[in-house]
């Protein structure tokens, strides 16, 4: 019974860490979208590819082991549901820079992206 409230008791930690974990990213997006981002980081946007590797690949991450590594089925396949919802939030991301923003969806930006959501989720599922 203990072991049972030790692993519920470290998911929710792993699932508290990832909500918040989104509202960082809610909060990088809005800041970077309404041009907030001060004179001496705005040279880094240079490297939003490897930002989009980090930053999804650490929300896949997070989302994996705090959704407790659940997975649905799709065409046969079981796919885990954090990273997949992460990968979904991506699309809808840069759904959102080409309605509202007019900004072309980067090709790049978006496979380094899905490439950080799938790494980071084989690390998290090595580590479970």
Not at 11 to 40: C, D, E, G, H, M
Not at 50 to 72: C, D, K
Not at 88 to 103: A, D, E, K
Not at 107 to 115: H, K, Q, T
């Amino acid at each position: 019974m203990t072991d049972g409230h030790v692993n519920r008791s470290g998911s929710q930690k792993w699932a508290i860490a990832f909500y918040l974990y989104l509202l960082l990213l809610l909060a990088i997006a809005i800041v970077v979208r309404l041009n907030l981002v001060p004179t001496p980081f705005a040279a880094v946007s240079a490297h939003s590819m490897l930002a989009h590797f980090i930053l999804l690949g650490i929300a896949s991450y997070l989302s994996y082991r705090g959704l407790q590594q659940r997975t649905v089925w799709l065409w046969q396949c079981q796919i885990p549901v954090g990273p997949l919802g992460v990968a979904l939030l991506l699309g809808l991301y840069q759904v959102i820079q080409i309605i509202w923003f007019n900004y072309a969806a980067g090709v790049a930006d978006l496979a380094a992206g899905l490439s950080g959501i799938v790494l980071f989720y084989r690390l998290a599922r090595a580590n479970s």
